[in-house]
C-alpha cells in the first residue's frame, strides 16, 4: 500500500502551522493552537540570512549551469505537485513562478517548498503573499532532491532553457 | 407519548439503584460519589491537559452500531469512529464504489451488522498494534482494521454459521483467529422443521489464518453438537495450542431458551487442541464442505474486491482423536478467560453463584489418566472435580467476563449484582469488589486477555445507563467507567458515555500505535485507475450513459469545477483525487441530489461518488471538510441537460473550456 509517514516530532510543528488554516479567523491573524514547544513565535525577529533565504534547512546554495535533464524531472515534479495553484506565465491561486528567481534567491524557493508551514507563520514577505492570496501554501514536498530539481526546472523556465519553457503547469 | 418529568425521573433513578443494583443499594443513586479531596485526586488521575496525549488507546465496539470507536484512556475522549460493517455516510463507507465490495456477503449488500469483540493482534502472547479484528455478529463475519489508517480493509464471511458471536479471539502469534457459532442451525442449512432441532442443527467452531493481510483465510472448522457457542481465549505460555470456548444450551433447546437452556447444573467449556487439528487434517481427516461466502479485501489500487468461495474444510471430533474436551462449567457460562501464566482457565457462569477456575495442567493430567464421567458425542466429558482448580465464592451475581491486571489478580464483573469483583488467583479469595453503574457485561484492562496486561486501569462497559448523565429522551449513552487498579483498592475515576453499545474493548499503549501512523497516501504510488494525478490528467469522459469525471481537488479549488453535457439518467462517476501531500488535509466531495452519502478523500487518494441526476437543471457540488479559508470558495456546477440533448460534454476551472 502506498503509505508515507513522518516522525511525530515533525508533525507537531506542522499541526500548529495547519491550525492557521482551519479556522474562520482571516489565516494570516491566527495563531498556532497545537502544543508545539518547538513552534516559534509569529512575532520572532529574523536573521538577514533568514530575510533573504527563507526559514528553513537550505543555505548558501552553489549552482552550476542547469541541468536538463533535472529540470525535466522537475518540471514532472512541479505539474503534479504545483501547478493545481501556480502556472508558469500568469499569477492563479498563487503568484506566478516563471520570473520567481528575479524576485527571491533559490535557497528562498526551496525553504519556501520544503518548510512551507513555518514561511507562512514567520516570514514577512511570506505573509505578505498570504495577505493577498489568502490561501496558504501547503506542504506538497518533504523531499529535498524533489524540491531541488523544481528549482531546476524554475531556473530553466527563467531563462528559457526548457525545451518546453511553458511546462504543463503554464497551460493555462 | 409518554413523557417524565425530571422529578419522577430522578425517583426512577433511585429505584434502579435500589433495584438493580441490588445489594449495594447502600450506594444510592449518585453512585459513586466520594468526598471532595478524593474527587480532586481522581479528576487529576483522569485530566489529559490540553495538547498532550492520552496514556492508552482504548478501541471500543460500536455494538449495534457495527462501528468501532477509538477513545484516549484516561481521558475518556472520543478520538474516531472507524466505520467497518455499517455504512457510514460521515466518510462514503459502503458507499463510494470503492468501498461498497467491503459490504458483500452471500446474502447480498448488507448495510449494517452488530460488531461486539475487537480483538488486538499479537505477538509472543502480547498485542503489537498491527491490526485489530472484530466480529459480525448478525451475519457472521470477521474484520480486520489497519491500526497505521484505522481503516477496515479487509472482511471474511464465515460459512455453515449463525450468530457470530465467540469471535474473533486470537491466537498468541496471531496464527488464527476464532469464530463459533452462536446458534445452532442445520449445516448444510435446508428446509426443515424447527422441532427437529435435536441431533439435526449443528455448532460449528471456525479457525481462521490471521496473520497475512488480505489473505484472511477459513483453514478449518469443526462440527460440534447443537448448543450454542458463546465465548473463547486462547491458551498461552503451557496452554499455547489449545482454544477454550464456552457453550451453553446443551440441553438443545429451540425455543423458550430462557427457561429451557437453564435446566442443567452444568454447561461446558470445550478445550479445542487446534495443533492436532492441523495433523488430522494433514493426515486426510474431515471433508469438504460446499458452501458459498465472501471474502472482501482492498487491491493493489486500494479499492475493495469481494472474491465469493465456494468450499471449507470440516472435521468433526470423530474424525480426530484428542481434538476436543469437554470441561463441565456451572451454569450457562458465558466468558471463557486465560490467566496470564496460561495456567488458569476462568469461565464466568451466567446462572452461577461461584466462578469456576479450571487448571490447564488438572485437564492434561486428566486426559491423561482417561477421567471422563461420559462421553458425548464423541466428545469426552472430564470430571469437573479432576480438572478445577477453585472457585470463587462470594463473587456477585451474574459473573460474566475476566480480565487480569499481572499481579496475581483477576477482575470478574457480576451483571446481576452490578459490580466488579477483585480475586486472588490461587487462594480464589475475593479481596475488593466496587459498583458499577449499571449491569456491567464486558471489562476491559488495557492488555488484560494476554500475557503481560497493563494493570493500571480498567473500564467497565455496562449495559445500562438510566440516570448517570443528562438525559436525552427514551434513548441514552451506553456508559463507560473507569477505575483505577493500580492499588489494592479499586477506585472509581470516571464516568464516560460512548457510541452504540460498547460491548467488549481493547487497550493498548499509545506508544505502540501513535508513532506508526498513515499521514497521507504518496501521490505517485496512487495506481487508481481513475486517479487524477495532477490537475493536466483531468478529464471528462462518457462511455454510453455513463460519465466519468476524473477531478481533482486542492486548497481550495476542484478541476474540473464546471462540467456540461451531463444528461438526465446518466451515470455520472465523480472520480475525485484529492492532490495535497500533507497531514490533516481531507477533502470532502457532495453533489446536490445525489442518492448517496458524501465522499471524504485521505491526501493523496482517489474516491468515486455515483450521481444520477433525474432532472435537468444545474447542480452545485462542493468541498465539505473545511480545508482552508477560502473553504467556502471551493465549490462547482454540473449542468444536466434533458435526456438525448446535443449539449456537448466539456469542462473546465477558471474559464478555459476543454473538451475530448
Keep these: 500500500m502506498n503509505r508515507s509517514t513522518a516522525p511525530v516530532t515533525l508533525l507537531l510543528s506542522a499541526l500548529a502551522a495547519l491550525a492557521a488554516c482551519g479556522g474562520d479567523a482571516p489565516p494570516a491573524q491566527s495563531t498556532a493552537a497545537a502544543p508545539s514547544a518547538a513552534a516559534p513565535s509569529s512575532a520572532a525577529e529574523l536573521t538577514d540570512v533568514e530575510m533573504e533565504q527563507g526559514i528553513g534547512p537550505i543555505r548558501d546554495l552553489e549552482l552550476g549551469p542547469i541541468d536538463l535533464a533535472l529540470a525535466e524531472s522537475g518540471e514532472a515534479a512541479f505539474t503534479t505537485k504545483c501547478s493545481a495553484c501556480h502556472k508558469i506565465e500568469e499569477r492563479y491561486v498563487g503568484p506566478e513562478l516563471g520570473q520567481v528567481l528575479s524576485r527571491r534567491r533559490p535557497e528562498f524557493v526551496m525553504n519556501q517548498i520544503l518548510n512551507s508551514n513555518e514561511m507562512v507563520q514567520r516570514h514577512p514577505v511570506v505573509k505578505e503573499l498570504l495577505a493577498q492570496y489568502y490561501t496558504p501554501m501547503p506542504v506538497q514536498v518533504t523531499d529535498h532532491d524533489e524540491a531541488r530539481a523544481i528549482l531546476e526546472y524554475l531556473r530553466s523556465v527563467q531563462t528559457g532553457a526548457s525545451s518546453t519553457s511553458n511546462g504543463t503547469g503554464g497551460d493555462r | ?660
Excluded at chain 2, 448495510?111 to 469483540?117: E, G, K, R
Excluded at chain 2, 465464592?393 to 480480565?403: K, M, R, V, Y
Excluded at chain 2, 485521505?602 to 444545474?618: A, D, F, N, S, Y
Aim: hydrophobic residues 35%; proline residues 6%; glycine residues 10%.
Design chain 2, 1 to 660: 407519548m409518554s413523557r417524565t418529568s425530571n422529578r419522577s425521573l430522578y425517583l426512577i433513578g433511585a429505584l434502579v439503584a435500589a433495584g438493580t443494583a441490588g445489594t449495594y443499594a447502600c450506594q444510592g443513586g449518585g453512585g459513586g460519589a466520594v468526598g471532595a479531596g478524593d474527587m480532586a485526586s481522581a479528576a487529576q488521575a483522569v485530566y489529559v491537559a490540553p495538547g498532550t496525549y492520552d496514556e492508552f488507546y482504548a478501541f471500543m465496539s460500536g455494538g449495534f452500531s457495527g462501528n468501532l470507536t477509538v477513545m484516549g484512556l484516561p481521558s475518556g475522549r472520543l478520538l474516531k469512529t472507524v466505520p467497518v460493517f455499517s455504512q457510514y455516510p460521515e466518510n462514503g463507507w459502503g458507499y463510494s464504489e470503492e468501498t461498497k465490495a467491503m459490504l458483500q456477503t452471500s446474502h447480498g449488500f448488507l448495510p449494517w451488522d452488530d460488531a461486539h469483540h475487537p480483538e488486538l493482534s499479537m505477538t509472543d502472547g502480547v498485542p503489537d498494534g498491527r491490526w485489530i479484528f472484530i466480529n459480525g455478529n448478525n451475519t457472521p463475519r470477521v474484520a480486520r482494521i489497519d491500526l497505521t489508517t484505522f481503516e477496515t480493509t479487509e472482511i471474511i464471511e464465515i460459512p455453515n454459521s449463525a450468530g457470530n458471536h465467540g469471535s474473533p479471539f486470537i491466537t498468541p502469534n496471531s496464527d488464527y483467529l476464532v469464530a463459533s457459532t452462536r446458534f445452532s442451525v442445520p449445516i448444510p442449512n435446508r428446509d426443515m422443521s424447527i422441532e427437529d432441532y435435536r441431533g439435526n442443527f449443528k455448532g460449528t467452531l471456525s479457525f481462521i489464518r490471521a496473520n497475512q493481510p488480505d489473505e484472511m483465510e477459513i483453514a478449518f472448522q469443526i462440527l460440534m453438537p447443537g448448543y450454542d457457542y458463546d465465548l473463547a481465549h486462547a491458551g498461552k505460555g503451557p496452554s499455547d495450542g489449545w482454544m477454550f470456548f464456552t457453550s451453553y444450551n446443551s440441553e438443545e433447546e429451540h425455543t423458550l431458551l430462557e427457561i429451557n437452556a437453564s435446566r442443567k447444573d452444568k454447561d461446558f467449556v470445550a478445550a479445542v487442541n487446534y495443533r492436532r487439528a492441523e495433523e488430522c487434517i494433514a493426515n486426510g481427516a474431515g471433508g469438504t464442505s460446499q458452501v458459498r461466502y465472501r471474502h472482501n479485501h482492498f487491491d493493489e489500487n486500494h479499492i475493495a474486491v469481494s472474491e465469493e468461495l465456494t468450499s471449507v474444510r470440516v472435521i468433526e471430533p470423530a474424525d480426530c482423536e484428542n481434538l476436543v474436551y469437554f470441561l463441565p462449567t456451572p451454569k450457562s457460562p458465558h466468558g471463557v478467560d486465560v490467566d496470564p501464566t496460561g495456567e488458569y482457565i476462568a469461565a464466568g457462569g451466567k446462572l452461577a453463584t461461584v466462578i469456576p477456575v479450571h487448571s490447564f495442567s488438572k485437564m492434561i493430567a486428566a486426559i491423561e489418566a482417561g477421567d471422563f464421567e461420559e462421553v458425548v458425542d464423541g466428545i469426552p466429558v472430564i470430571r469437573y472435580e479432576s480438572v478445577i482448580a477453585g472457585e470463587v465464592e462470594n463473587a456477585g451475581l451474574g459473573p460474566l467476563h475476566t480480565e487480569f491486571d499481572g499481579r496475581g489478580f483477576a477482575y470478574t464483573t457480576a451483571f446481576i449484582t452490578s459490580e466488579i469483583v477483585k480475586w486472588q488467583i490461587g487462594t480464589w479469595q475475593v479481596v475488593d469488589r466496587i459498583p458499577v453503574y449499571y449491569s456491567v457485561g464486558h471489562l476491559m484492562i488495557p492488555g488484560g486477555d494476554s500475557r503481560q496486561p497493563w494493570g493500571k486501569y480498567l473500564v467497565a462497559l455496562n449495559k445500562i445507563t438510566k440516570d448517570r448523565y443528562l438525559p436525552t429522551g427514551p434513548e441514552l449513552a451506553h456508559a463507560a467507567q473507569l477505575i483505577d487498579i493500580s492499588g489494592d483498592r479499586m477506585r472509581l475515576l470516571l464516568d464516560f458515555p460512548t457510541q452504540g453499545e460498547p460491548h467488549y474493548a481493547q487497550g493498548i499503549a499509545a506508544e505502540i500505535i501513535q508513532n506508526n501512523q498513515v499521514q497521507f497516501y504518496a501521490l505517485e504510488e496512487n495506481t487508481h485507475p481513475y486517479a487524477a494525478k495532477s490537475e493536466a490528467e483531468t478529464r471528462v469522459t462518457r462511455q454510453g450513459n455513463q460519465v466519468h469525471v476524473q477531478m481533482t481537488s486542492i486548497r481550495s479549488h476542484f478541476t474540473p469545477d464546471n462540467i456540461e453535457g451531463i444528461r438526465v439518467g446518466d451515470e455520472v462517476y465523480f472520480h475525485v483525487t484529492n492532490l495535497e501531500q500533507d497531514w490533516d488535509v481531507p477533502h470532502g466531495f457532495a453533489a446536490m441530489g445525489a442518492e448517496n452519502a458524501e465522499l471524504l478523500i485521505m491526501p493523496g487518494e482517489t474516491r468515486t461518488l455515483k450521481w444520477v441526476p433525474r432532472e435537468v437543471g444545474i447542480y452545485p457540488f462542493y468541498c465539505t471538510d473545511f480545508c482552508s479559508a477560502l473553504h467556502q470558495e471551493m465549490q462547482g456546477y454540473a449542468r444536466v441537460s434533458p435526456r438525448g440533448s446535443s449539449t456537448p460534454l466539456r469542462w473546465g476551472t477558471g474559464g478555459t473550456w476543454r473538451t475530448n
